[in-house]
């Protein structure tokens, strides 16, 4: 079992900035590739980031690429989301979650987070 808990939301101005923090512990955090999905208000739950296991990969939906960056830190059980110039569209629930799946999606998520609220102000 891996527990995962976010942190480091909020409420932002359009074009500010926020990093996510996604605490794991349970089990070894080391061999799940993590990810971050989000859910706007009305609409299904999407994909942000993703990050391999090792760290060396990471995928991003067209719509935060170039303004997200997803990054972890394994000796502190610990994945983050720098989410930067961020926009109203960007208001939503974010959730983490880790799979031991190496396809990232909403079917092979093994563990999901409680969410953390972001809302961009415009």
């Known amino acids: 079992q891996v527990q995962l808990v976010e942190s480091g939301g909020g409420l932002v101005q359009a074009g500010g900035s926020l990093r996510l923090s996604c605490a794991a512990s349970?089990?070894?955090?080391?061999?799940?590739?993590m990810a971050w999905f989000r859910q706007a208000p009305g609409k299904e739950r999407e994909f942000a980031a993703a990050?391999?296991?090792?760290?060396?990969?990471?995928r991003y939906a067209d719509s935060v690429k170039g303004r997200f960056t997803i990054s972890r830190d394994s000796a502190k059980n610990t994945v983050y989301l720098q989410m930067n110039s961020l926009k109203p569209e960007d208001t939503a629930v974010y959730y983490c979650?880790?799979?031991?799946?190496?396809?990232?999606?909403?079917?092979?998520?093994?563990?999901w987070g409680q969410g953390t609220q972001v809302s961009v102000s415009s």
């Open positions: 979650a880790a799979t031991r799946n190496s396809r990232v999606a909403l079917t092979t998520i093994d563990y």
């Open positions: 349970g089990r070894t955090f080391s061999g799940y590739a």
């Open positions: 990050i391999s296991w090792s760290g060396g990969t990471t």
